[in-house]
């Protein structure tokens, strides 16, 4: 609609559609820090640096939602996000500035477990039991698809304990990177075969 | 539906236009935080096809009369305001003479100007939210850049000659 204005009162108005980043970036500031303090932030995200690529970190008041990889697309992950949970979500770091912390330090060699408030609402039954197990399978430390079934009581659930590892909403965080197959080679990961080995060699070391 | 995040990106410098030529360059940022607080809010309640400029521009309608009342309860600045240097139409100094010929015109005017230039609305849309009919809507647009035409552009031409 912006076409059809009349050139002249365009000109008229043109000092006024000048843009102004400083401005955008101030206000935007504001609304981040407004809405948490009132409890309407339902979910906010950044993204951060790390040698797997710029991962996607989002989190609700509960705790962490999501890491995404560059593969799985942030964009995608913001829109699965407004649909499960809530369309309040906004670019707000702070939030994550933990977690962030945290992750540099996991790729510096400088840190073997996360210490951050976790919210797994978007993993529900056996996909979440199988979560819960994950965390307690220690840094450099690996087991197979069918053990993880096993000690989540459904030995029979292999291919769930996949499912499971593939579709953790919180990777590296929650290490599905750990589960192997069984003949030890590392298998698929949301991150891509490449990211899976990069964290297991980073472990090993 | 959009992260509210797309909202901010998509809209946010179209409401700071609006609410710029609206309430002025020192209440404007002030509105606009109003506005997307109170967007942000409702967000989740919003239809799915709903116009989104048409929306906040209503909040922001509402939040600058607001803010007008306000104003209006405030005691009065002693003394007149510092006269700002004339500008010759250079975009960083929008908020000389062009505020300066904005907030001269009736607030009716102004509204409908910005809503149709800045926001681009329609004036059905315009006259919902102003109230009124679509042909008013019109008609204060068009009597809003003809003023806007006589006083701001006489200033910046007149500046450019001194």
Not at chain 1, 92 to 104: F, I, N
Not at chain 2, 129 to 142: F, L, V, W
Not at chain 2, 145 to 155: D, G, M, S, V, W
Request: hydrophobic share 45%; net charge neutral.
């Amino acid at each position: 609609m912006m076409a059809t204005m009349e050139p002249e009162a365009r000109d008229l108005l043109s000092p006024l559609l000048v843009p102004d980043e400083q401005a955008a970036a101030r206000l935007h500031a504001w609304l981040a820090a407004a809405a948490a303090a009132e409890g309407i932030l339902d979910v906010a995200y950044r993204t951060i640096d790390t040698p797997l690529g710029a991962l996607l970190l989002a989190a609700t008041e509960q705790g962490l939602v999501r890491v995404a990889y560059p593969n799985q697309g942030h964009d995608a992950a913001l829109a699965q996000l407004a649909e499960l949970v809530s369309p309040r979500i906004l670019n707000a770091p702070a939030r994550l500035d933990g977690v962030a912390r945290q992750l540099d330090e996991y790729f510096a060699h400088q840190r073997r477990a996360f210490d951050v408030p976790l919210d797994l609402r978007l993993s529900r039954g056996f996909r979440h039991r199988v979560l819960t197990h994950l965390r307690q399978i220690p840094y450099g430390a690996t087991e197979s698809y069918a053990q993880v079934a096993a000690a989540t009581g459904h030995p029979r659930a292999v291919r769930a304990a996949g499912t499971a590892c593939a579709t953790n909403p919180v990777p590296i965080v929650v290490p599905c990177h750990r589960v192997v197959r069984s003949d030890g080679s590392p298998g698929g990961y949301a991150g891509g075969p490449g990211a899976k080995r990069s964290l297991l060699t980073l472990e090993a070391a | 539906m959009r992260p509210f995040e797309q909202i901010v990106a998509d809209y946010g410098p179209m409401v700071l236009r609006v609410c710029r030529a609206v309430v002025g360059p020192d209440e404007a940022e002030d509105a606009w935080s109003e506005t997307f607080l109170a967007a942000l809010k409702a967000y989740p309640r919003l239809d799915e096809g709903a116009n989104v400029e048409a929306w906040l521009v209503t909040i922001a309608h509402r939040k600058a009369i607001d803010a007008t009342r306000a104003a209006a309860r405030r005691p009065v600045a002693a003394g007149p305001l510092p006269e700002r240097a004339a500008s010759a139409g250079r975009p960083e100094d929008w908020d000389g003479d062009l505020w300066a010929a904005l907030a001269a015109l009736p607030a009716k005017q102004r509204a409908a100007v910005a809503y149709h230039y800045l926001a681009g609305l329609p004036y059905a849309q315009i006259a919902a939210i102003t109230g009124g009919s679509t042909d008013a809507a019109r008609r204060a647009a068009a009597d809003g850049i003809k003023t806007l035409r006589a006083t701001y552009l006489a200033r910046t031409r007149e500046g450019e000659g001194r």
